[in-house]
């Protein structure tokens, strides 16, 4: 308890630091978002952290779009799954979303004193490609990204105005996709969309298209930013050791972490111009999907997030080691999405729940400390697990 109120206390020095708009000095509470990517209308799911972590008060907030529907079994329209990392993110005052299905983003602004009902900033607008699957947001460059996986892929970046509408700046991007609208799996897909911590530059990364019997290399793009606008000429780099590259987390400017579902994930060296390399694999015994990863620098440590196994693996965020494994019950499911706030991870499992595990004594040495598992959320009333897409939290 007394951790939290003094890592949020610190949250809101930063944030009081940081931005020039007077903050609060005690923060009052955190909202934890989800996009639901919906075929019959899709929805940011809201729900409440409380000072102990744990979650309540669900709410349903309509994008205004839809998912991608692909005919079931059954007759009955399913999602065609997105493959990706930052579906939905928060850079307050906004949250910034996508609606695979309709080929756009939407746009809201988190109202300070009732962050649970985020209000669309306009109508979603086109995404100039097809098959949105990730997305990112700047507050400081006023800046929205999106990227496009399907028969028409490419970047597309937007401004947004002082009352929130979006300006597309300039055409899409193009990006060595060669899928139909929808992927119909995942190789050869987007992945993620991330700015590097300075937000000098933008990273996006594609998976290798599987041949070669999965060993064909990804692409990671990194888009250099001048004067806050992503350049039209991209650094691409193809590390070999990289197959199915997944979702990145930046450690700093110059070093990253990325998920790949082959093998597990690995760190990344970045230069000055922005050419990513390999500097260690990590391979994750029993590990099956290893998708999302998340970069905690309270703790500097990499958490590994699985799709087919429900541990979730930590790594020294120096050596790549494993530091870790946070045991689940198979029950659980695997994890998708990652989010931190204060010292609690919270983490959507393949079963219909999300996961909040408290890391607070994990870092003693000696007798190794595992993090507690506080919660078990159960998601199953709010809509199908396997519509439920990214992961963000906003603090007030
Ligand atoms: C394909 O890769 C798998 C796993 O790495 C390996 O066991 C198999 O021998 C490979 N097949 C061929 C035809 O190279
Ligand atoms: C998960 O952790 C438990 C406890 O350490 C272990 O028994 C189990 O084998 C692990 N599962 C996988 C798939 O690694
Ligand atoms: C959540 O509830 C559903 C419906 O009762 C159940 O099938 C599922 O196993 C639960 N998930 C977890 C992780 O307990």
């Not at 401004?159 to 193009?174: A, D, H, Q």
């Amino acid at each position: 308890m007394k951790g939290f109120t003094i890592s949020l206390y610190l949250l809101a020095l930063n944030m009081r630091l940081s931005s020039a708009v007077p903050r609060p000095q005690y923060p009052d509470g955190a909202e934890l978002y989800f996009l639901e990517d919906n075929p019959e209308g899709s929805s940011v799911v809201s729900i409440s952290i409380g000072r102990d972590g744990k979650l309540s008060q669900p709410h349903h907030t309509a994008t205004g779009g839809k998912g991608f529907g692909i005919q079931g079994s059954n007759g009955e329209l399913i999602s065609a799954g997105l493959h990706s990392q930052d579906a939905l993110v928060v850079d307050g005052p906004w949250l910034l979303t996508l609606n695979s299905g309709s080929n756009t983003v939407s746009l809201f602004q988190i109202p300070e004193h009732d962050p649970a009902r985020p209000v669309l900033t306009g109508k979603p607008i086109s995404t100039g490609g097809e098959y949105p699957n990730t997305v990112a947001l700047s507050a400081r460059h006023r800046l929205a990204c999106v990227v496009n996986s399907g028969a028409i892929p490419g970047l597309q970046c937007y401004s947004i105005s002082k009352t929130g509408s979006l300006e597309p700046l300039g055409k899409l991007k193009p990006l060595q996709v060669n899928e139909p609208t929808p992927p119909p799996g995942a190789p050869g897909t987007v992945s993620d969309i991330v700015f590097n911590p300075s937000q000098t530059a933008i990273f996006i990364t594609v998976k290798g298209d599987g041949s070669n019997n999965n060993t064909t290399p990804g692409y990671i793009y990194a888009f250099p930013l001048i004067n806050g606008v992503p350049s039209d000429k991209p650094v691409i780099s193809r590390p070999p050791q990289l197959h199915a590259d997944f979702a990145l987390t930046f450690i700093s400017d110059r070093r990253a972490a990325i998920a790949d579902t082959s093998f597990g994930a690995a760190l990344l060296d970045i230069s000055s111009d922005f050419k990513v390399s390999v500097s260690r694999t990590i391979e994750v015994i029993g590990q099956k999907a290893t998708c999302w990863i998340k970069y905690v620098p309270e703790y500097d440590v990499v958490f590994l997030g699985d799709g087919g196994v429900s541990n979730i693996t930590a790594l020294d965020a120096r050596s790549g080691d494993i530091k870790y494994v946070v045991p689940f019950l198979a029950e659980a499911g695997g994890s998708f999405d990652f989010a931190f706030l204060g010292n609690f991870l919270y983490t959507r499992r393949g079963n219909s729940a999300v996961s909040v595990i408290d890391l607070q004594d994990s870092n003693k040495k000696g007798d190794q400390q595992l993090p507690k598992i506080v919660e078990l959320y159960n998601t199953s009333s709010l809509g199908a697990a396997a519509n439920f897409n990214g992961m963000a939290i906003f603090s007030y």
